[in-house]
């Protein structure tokens, strides 16, 4: 009888809990995912693959930063939500804008120009 049944032996595998990034709540160390935010855990490492905890700041196999900075998390969401197109579109309106308003200053300011008269000639 060879019954194939490799026991894994993990002695107090769950001893250490697994601290939410988002919202600081205990979860074991098995889940992917916050029980209570339902926020990943864990976070691949875009450097070299290496699946660290999300509560880690840099990545334990090379050490490079997991987690962009505030103004680069900023940036990504603000031209994730402006496409290029939509800037450069908004750009060309405000220019296209300001030459008719310059125009029409420009016409208002400009004195009517009388036409001409016939001065009188004999
Ligand atoms: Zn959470
Ligand atoms: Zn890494």
Known sequence: MSSGRHDATQSGATETLLVCAKCGH????GNQKCRKCDAHLYIVCKQCGQLNERVARACTAC???LH????????????KRYSLVQVLVLIVTLA??????TMIIDALSKPTELPMVEEDKR
């Not at 205990?26 to 160390?29: A, I, L, M, Q, S």
């Not at 962009?68 to 031209?79: E, L, N, S, V, Y």
């Open 68 to 79: 962009a900075t505030a103004w680069r998390q900023f940036r990504k969401k603000w031209i």
């Open 96 to 101: 296209v804008l300001f030459k008719v308003t």
């Open 26 to 29: 205990e979860n074991p160390r």
């Open 63 to 65: 050490g490079k930063r």
